[in-house]
Structures are given as C-alpha cells and as structure tokens.
C-alpha cells in the first residue's frame, strides 16, 4: 500500500481518489460501452424497416447483410469496452478491499485486549470480513452505475428526447418517482441491516463458544443449554436475516414496475406517431428504437434503485467501522531501556467500588525477584496486569522515575515483558513461536525454558508446527514454549503469572535456577501458588482479603501464619529450613 499523506482513512473519497488510474479507466471504457449501446435500438429499428422494405420490394437482403454485419462489429466493439470496463471495477475494489482490510486489522489489534475481549470474537469478525466486503461492493455499485448506467441513461434519454420530446417527458415521469420511493425507504433499509449485522456477529460468537468448549460442554452435560442458547442466535439471525433480505430485494421489483408504467403512454401516443395523427411523425424503425431505448433505460434505472440498496447497506457497514478507520499508529523500532529500580507506593486496583488490593509499596532493585502469592482470587493477575497499564491504578507505579501510566504503550511494550495464564501461541512452528518471525537460534531459549530435549524429539524439531493455538503440545510444553518466548523478548521488568503451574517439581527447579541467572539485570514478578523457591526471593507480596504484606520469605514466615502454613504444608519443611 502507497503512502499518501493526505489520505484520510475514515473518509470514504479518499478511497476513490486514491483508485484514480483504474477509475479513468472505468469511465473511458464505460463511456464508449454506454455511448456504444445506443447502437443497439438505432440497428434495431433499422433492421425493422429494412424487413418491412424487403417486404415492400423497395430493398435487397444485401443491405440487410450488411446491416448484420455493421451491427455485429459494433456488438464486438462494444463487448470490448464492456470487458475492460468490469476487469478495472474489480481491480478498483480489489484494492479497496485490500486497503481498508489493512487498515482496520492494523487498529484491531492494537486495540486493548479488554476492548477486544469486550466486543467478542464473532463481532470482530463480522467487523473485519464481512462488512469491508459490503462496503467495497456497495462502492464498486455505485462505481459501476455512476460511471456507467449514469451515461447510458443520459443517451437513451437524449436518444428519446430527439425522437419525441413530449412522449419523453411523458414516459419518463414515472422514473424519479421510483427514485423518491427508493430514497424513502433509506430508514427501514438500513435499520433492518444494522439488526442483522448484529445478529450474524452474535452467531459467530455463538458459533465459536460451542466449537471451542465442545468437549466441556460435553463432559458436564451443559450441551443442551448451550443448543438453546445456539438455537436463539440462529432464531435471532434467521428473523433478521429474513427481514433484511425483504427489504433488500422486495422493493427493486417494484420500482420497476412503477418505471415501466411509462411504456403505456408509449404504446398509445407511438402509435398515433405512426399513423401520423401524433406529436411527431414516425415510420416503424422510429417506433420500434423509440420503445426499445425506453425499456433499456427503464432497467438501467432499475440498476439505480438497486444501486440505492447496496449503497444503503455499505452506510450501515462502514457506520459499524468506521471508528476503526484511523491512520495505524507508526511504529518506531522498539527502544528497550536499561534496568532500573521499580517502585510501588500505596498502589492500589479496583475494578468496581471495592479494591481488590491496596496499600502496596516496594523497592525492587535489578536482579531481584519478587514473589507474589495468597489464596485463589486475591488479585495475584490483577496486581500482574496493573504492569500492563491496560485500566487506571491508584497510587504509583514507576520505573526508574518515570511512572508507568504515563508511558506511552510502545514504551510499556519496551518495558514490561507480560507472561499470563494464556499461553497465546500461534497456529505455526515452534521456531516462529519462540522468535516471532526471527531466524535467531531458539535453542538457548528453548532450553532456559527447559523444553530444548522435547524440541528435538519432534519431528521437524524447531521447525515443527504445533497446531492451532498449539493443540499438539502438552498443556506443561505450552506454558514452556510461552515462557521461552518471552525470555527471547527480554525486557527490564518481567511479569510471569503462574508460570509453573503445569510442571513437576523436578522441570520446576531447573527453570529457576535458569530465571536467576537471567534475571541478574530485570526486576522479575512470579507469580506462584507454589512456595518451593520463595526462600531464593529477595521480596515476598503476601495477598489477602485485599490487604498485602510485603517482606523477606523469613519475615513473612514469621509474621503470617497462612503464609507459614502454606510453605510448611508444600515443602514439609518447618519455619525457615528451606532458605
Ligand atoms: N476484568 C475483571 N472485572 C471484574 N472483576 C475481575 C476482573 N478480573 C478479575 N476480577 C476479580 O478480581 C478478583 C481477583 O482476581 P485475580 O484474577 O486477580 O485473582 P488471582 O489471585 O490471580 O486468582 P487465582 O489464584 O485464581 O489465579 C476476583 O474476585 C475476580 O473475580
């Protein structure tokens, strides 16, 4: 994709403009097929009045040969034109599509992961596949039959205006009126397309909670509630669905019809033309080119109607999308800044009225690692995501003097390295999912995290694809790969959220013993419900009922019972014998 400047993303013209080259092509080529049609009527007359001629004995089957024959070269002239006229409209919404596509995954995955989360996967998708596509076609329409119905209607119309002004008028009342109707009909379009919109997002969601969680909902017998709550998607969309496509094709018919009302005035006052008794004085190739130009122009104006249709349905798309369609950031190479102190003061996060922790203040020095644990649902994440700067927190956060919420989220990026409970591993090879596109050697990551042997006991070693969201590793090889690939992305202040919660003890050890060595220049968070290496902390965070308590492992021993009781009942050990 080019770049220009004075592009803007959220305004539809700047697509057309940009797309000039296959747009002048399209009208060229659309002026000389449209110009070229008129054709069509002109023989078509004339060959009428040569047959009544050759009946009449005034004419030979040798100018009619050569009527066929002028005929078809234009035909082929006109093919011509029509076939590079519709190779250039495809291109021109090929890139369109290409470039909005661009565009909105570029600020879709910069968005933040609780916007995204928030929105769901099936309204994300709707978002990004299906309504660029109805915005591009409706833009390709309206190309289509501005460029092109737009002239031909404007020849045919002359066309008739010159034969008879006074029957032209007549007959082409009717067509505006079909236009006002369309125009009319604007709100109860696109309210019915919005609400499908909705509902095809709502299914996908649907679609994908049930294809994900099959088996759960198997195991637990949840399965027909979540059918029912399937079946009032599918319900829901099937309604509006159907109402959407009412209203959608419905009505184009019916302008139709309302345009073709003309052709009445046409048989009546033609005929009287031809008898001689009319406005005008005509011989049957003037009638016969005069009311089939009419009923070309007729369906070309029910091409006008149908354009209002889909450019309707591309408003309600790019209403839906349009907050998406801003310039994506730029971003500049990642500045990773040296090691510095991190400082806690009275920090504090609540998601609603109440807390989750508060009064949290600590020094840590590179080289450290601190410990944070407590019982399940204490808030051990969410004190690891406050790092991410994703929701405002209370109190102060800072890396060397700088507070992190005032960093912006390149610089957080650069910053913090965030390992969560989610492995969030792509659907390619263990090479790519350690590096992330690198050609860098994976192994010394590999084996820090202690999956190197398993590595290289799989087929294609490094270079072997672990599946979708790695469905063919382990739940223990996930979290390792995870970990090596956060290792591989090293940053000053590291955040790893249960990082040992699928290993043995035995795998355990040896990624401590590895995370120390690697953390000599990082403040390193763990997270852990497990105590064994807390004793080799340089700081505990005891969480609790809100509260946190932070010290040395011995001081905790001995000033929190159910820190003490916690550590004693996993290792065996008693008061500080495992330091
Ligand atoms: N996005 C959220 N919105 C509202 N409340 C939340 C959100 N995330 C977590 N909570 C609540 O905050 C509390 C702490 O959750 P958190 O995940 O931080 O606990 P945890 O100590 O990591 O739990 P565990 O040991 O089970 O992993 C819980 O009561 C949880 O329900």
Known sequence: MKKDKSFRPDRVLSYFRVEWFPLLLVTLSGLVYNIGLLAAPWFEGRLAQCLADILGGSETAAQMA??????????????????????????????????????????????????????????????????????????RKFTTEVFDTGVALAGYAVMLLVYDWRLAILGLLFTPVSYVCAAGMKKPVQRAGAAYKKAAGALSSATLDRARNAVTYRIY???????????????????????????????????????????????????????????????????????????????????????????????VSWKRIRPLMKTPE???????????????????????????????????????????????????????????????????????????????????????????????????????????????????????????????????????????????????????????????????????????????RSTEDAIFAELQAYARDKVVFLISHRLYHFPQMQQIIFMEGGRTTVGTHEELMAAVPVYRQLYESQTGLKGGEGA
Not at 346 to 365: D, K
């Open 330 to 504: 730029q971003l500049d190479a990642l500045q990773i800044p040296a090691a510095q102190d991190v400082t806690l003061k009275e920090l504090a996060f609540s998601y609603g009225e109440e807390p989750v922790f508060s009064g949290l203040s600590l020094t840590a020095h590179p080289g450290d690692i601190i410990g944070i644990t407590g019982p399940v649902a204490c808030g051990k994440s969410t004190f690891g995501r406050v790092f991410l700067c994703e929701a405002p927190y209370q109190g102060s956060v800072c890396f060397g003097g700088r507070e992190l919420s005032t960093l912006t989220p390149r610089q957080i990026a650069a910053t913090v390295g965030y390992l969560g409970h989610d492995p969030e591993l792509s659907a390619d090879t263990v090479q790519n999912n350690v590096l992330c596109g690198s050609e860098q050697d994976a192994m010394p990551w590999l084996a820090a995290a202690a999956l190197k042997e398993e590595v290289l006991a799989m087929e294609k070693g490094t270079e072997t694809v672990i599946g979708s969201g790695g469905t063919r590793l382990s739940g223990g090889q996930a979290q390792r790969l995870a970990l090596a690939r956060t290792l591989a992305h090293p940053r000053p202040v590291l955040v790893l959220d249960d990082p040992f919660s699928a290993l043995d």
């Open 66 to 139: 050569l009527l066929v024959l002028a005929y078809i070269a234009v035909t082929l002239l006109v093919q011509a034109a029509r076939f590079i006229k519709r190779f250039y409209v495809r291109r021109f919404a090929n890139n369109i599509n290409r470039r909005m596509k661009g565009i909105l995954y570029a600020n879709l995955v910069r968005q933040s992961r609780a916007a995204l989360e928030k929105e769901g996967a099936g309204e994300l998708m709707t978002k990004a596949i299906s309504d660029v596509d109805d915005c591009v076609e409706g833009m």
């Open 221 to 315: 017998g949840c399965e027909e509630a979540r059918m029912e709550k399937y079946e009032e998607a599918l319900s829901l969309y099937e309604k509006t669905a159907v109402r959407n496509n009412v209203w959608q094709s419905a009505l184009p018919p019916l302008y139709l019809a309302a345009s073709e009302a003309g052709t009445l005035f046409i048989l009546w006052f033609g005929a009287k033309n031809v008898l001689g008794t009319g406005w005008s004085s005509w011989d049957i190739a003037a009638f016969t080119t005069f009311l089939s130009c009419f009923t070309k122009l007729v369906v070309k104006s029910s091409k006008v109607a149908k354009l209002f249709n889909a450019v309707q349905k591309a408003e």
